[in-house]
């Protein structure tokens, strides 16, 4: 399990990034500043990827991104007024608020990366594609067609081994009712 990111880690970070990238929009300076001069405020603050699936983020964009320059998500409402989420950053300082910064190569970045956490809201399946789904499908009904057909051809020997034609009889034609089955 990763350690948590300390506030003083968000701080330096957040200072680091404010010297180096423009924002888009010049409130969201005023936001990156407010947080850095609260710093109770940065042990709610989480860096995230995907922000609009949690249930308050933001997410602020560098002139080098062509990402919207803002937005801010809360309870599956979203708005760009940065003022509004001023407001509610300064009147619901302990709740989490989990922020998306992007910025050209941010995925790449070993600073941002530091400071990241896995954001616990995305879906599960995001990450899977319809490919991945379909590959994992096949696997499966791969593997429980062989262990059927394994326990079947298990099943005959057994019968051979006891002199059982009868019972030999009956799970041949199953094992070639299974075979066809799975070859349509």
Not at 19 to 27: A, D, G, P, T
Not at 59 to 77: A, G, I, Q, W
Not at 102 to 123: D, M, T
């Amino acid at each position: 399990m990763l350690s948590p990111v300390t506030a003083k880690d968000k701080k330096s970070f957040i200072q680091w990034f404010l010297n180096h990238y423009r924002l888009k929009k010049r409130e969201s300076v005023w936001i990156l500043n407010y947080l850095v001069n609260h710093s109770d405020l940065l042990a709610n603050v989480h860096f995230v990827r995907d922000v609009k699936y949690c249930p308050r983020g933001i997410m602020m964009t560098s002139h080098c991104s062509d990402e919207v320059p803002f937005r801010f998500y809360k309870n599956h409402l979203v708005t760009t007024d940065a003022e509004k989420s001023f407001h509610d950053i300064r009147l619901n300082q302990n709740e989490s608020l989990y922020v998306q910064l992007n910025f050209r190569k941010s995925n790449q970045h070993s600073y941002y990366a530091s400071v990241l956490e896995e954001n616990p809201f995305i879906p599960e399946d995001y990450y899977l594609t319809t490919d991945d789904k379909e590959t994992a499908n096949g696997l499966l009904d791969y593997l429980l067609f062989e262990q059927k057909r394994n326990k079947i051809i298990f099943d005959i020997d057994k019968a051979l081994d006891n002199g059982d034609k009868e019972l030999f009889q009956k799970l041949s034609e199953k094992l070639e009712k299974l075979s066809s089955n799975r070859q349509k």
